[in-house]
């Protein structure tokens, strides 16, 4: 049992002064603000939040930060370097640099990530002697850099798609992919995640999986009561082929496939139509928006208001890795729309944290996080309001200071299913930035 | 005279390994790739830039940070907050928190800050007895927190622009009014700015300053051979009420009253004709965006590509401190293209970098600044790349990191005029969040 005493935490939406918090195997126990402080208690100054989620990750892409901005950054410089990263991976450096980048998440007070994880075989696309020694490495290396983990194993069958049919998967893509989605359904089912750990599914896109593979994934999703993800109309090139084959949308296709439901995220979702909102909203799907990743490559701004107020909850994930800080894709919701609309004041503080929070956390398959309430689980982010980004705000503005003015550099302590995990901004197991530049450069300065 | 020893310095758009760099007096002396260690150099670990430019400052803005976002920040919230600010300065209380934001600027990496200062008389419009009272608080604040400063001191006549003519100062308002032009002459020519400080003229927009008295303006600015500066086209209404009153766009009323010049910068430039495009390139006038504030207040996104195509430079500016980070305006410059063209690669690394750098410094009347090179003002700005933002980049590719990945809280050592300001992270003169609490707590919570 393990007391904290939070100058300021944000319990129910509202800033509240001297909260005691009491946490017991890995759950709050009790929440009383204006509480006793107990000696023994761990005061927490700033302000402290529930436990970010990281909704939609692709762990190996932090290797490319910042080098897939040389000779300006074309999507080739992009795609490019993306696939050579992909064919260099094996269990061992994938296991680092994954480990590495989970504890960069965690220092940015991100308590759970969901993993796209779509690198599953050898270069030449034989299995590995243990067919999910990559997802393995995986979720090893969320274990020990302390973070929560739903693996997202992705079904990838086919290399594209024309107005003809399916191409076959070529050169790198070939490790992506499982003959069939029978085959994947084998392999995954052999995956024994740890405790705090969840394998949920993952259709790569409309372009890489059919209708009749989709729908056998979502069924299997459906008994084991797991989330499933899908890369849904990112670019409007996507849309065009997909309507070229199907005649449909991809969230159409999608739907059609019964793959959208309340454990359904469709991740990107920048190009809509009323249709496709409607269809998210009435089946209680989620959608992940991933700003940075999106202004990164160019793919638009997303309409998170029409989705809002079609009731479509929204969680947020860092997807590329450009950037790993969930204050700047949260404020970024709110700053596009205004760009967008040329106008002020469209998602609250409120609604813009429940993304980073609850609805990151449900879209991950951990419905019982992401609140400071007893019985949730004990996730605590405590930023600091003593940095030059946060300092001079008043109490009741704190909450928007967490939001617009904070960044990764102000979480000081992170705990994840009650156990401290960063204290004062240091990781405790991990040696984040060695292991970082050891591990990228392994890869990637060949 | 003092040596630093660079671990990697951007020397002439290439990042250059062991850098000997020799100052004295303020200026570069000697600048050596690959340069022997004296033993009594100084160690700049990471990468070391030229001094950054912050070419668009309302350093009282800086107490409305986070403040504005309540109740889902409205157009109006911002206003009324806005207003509630500037009619509470004084002499006093003004000096501290422009101090207090200076420094937090130079902690960024800023060496120079152009001060759009409109802020000059009472609360009810008399001058103070000493008439540059408040200029002079500001231009104090920028020496004590050790930064460069332009004082752009801002004409502001009217409180608005009608189709029938203008309307006359209101509330607040009269606190920015000088009656005429020529008594703002008359207040300005009293100013004196210290060593390594400026005096430059600002017409704070078409709403406010009309044609003759612009002409005025930037006649004494001619003559004094010092910047000018105007906000110009932020929102399409500001546009609508010019053309309504004198059927002309902001950038031509601005060229009809023979403003636009070599030192001239049109601030934001956001909502521009081609025919404004031609006239701010022929006249090589300067444009300064800023990105963190157009995006709060849904200004929009700016024409970067096109002015960059037609020879226009291009400055950055922090404007309402929303935030305070160079690296974060330069990197939105070009996510800001990418999201409006759907397409990655428009303005390359170092393109990004001289606006943050030489093409803000000489916007400030500063073109002696913005390059490492024997000659030119002794600015250093070194980032770590040992954070979790920067870790794992190649030598080569550590100029798009600093403009891509890294923040303002990696800024380690800063160097202003040869003076080292900033040391591993410190401020060696203000005790800046302390600074910060205080001035913004005491202007804003009565």
Known sequence: MTDYICDLALIDDRVEEQVLIRVADGRFEHVEPGGQTEPSATRLRGLTLAGLANAHSHAFHRALRSRTQADRGSFWTWRDLMYTAAERLDPDNYHRLARATFAEMALAGITSVG?????????DGTPYQNVN??????????????????LLDTVYLHGGLSADGYLPPEGTQRRFSDATADDWVGRVEQLTPGSNQLVGAAIHSVRAVDPTSMKLVAEWAGHQRVPIHAHVSEQEAENDQCRARHDMTPTEVLHDAEVL??????????????????LLATTDSTVCVCPSTEHDLGDGIGPTTELVTAGVAIALGSDSHAIIDQFEECRAIELDERVRSRRRGHHCVSELLAMATTAGQASLGWPDAGLIRPGQRADLVTITLDSVRTAGVATDVAAAAAVFAATAADVTHVIIDGTLIVEDGHHGRVDVTTELHASIHDLMDR
Chains 1, 2 share one sequence.
Do not use: K, N
């Open 115 to 123: 993993e796209f994880h779509y690198v599953h075989h050898q270069p």
């Open 133 to 150: 020694a990559m997802g393995e490495a995986v979720l090893a290396a969320a274990a020990e850099a302390g973070i929560r983990i739903t």
């Open 261 to 278: 439901s309340d454990r359904f995220s469709a991740v990107h979702a920048t190009h809509l139509t009323t249709h496709d909102v409607e």
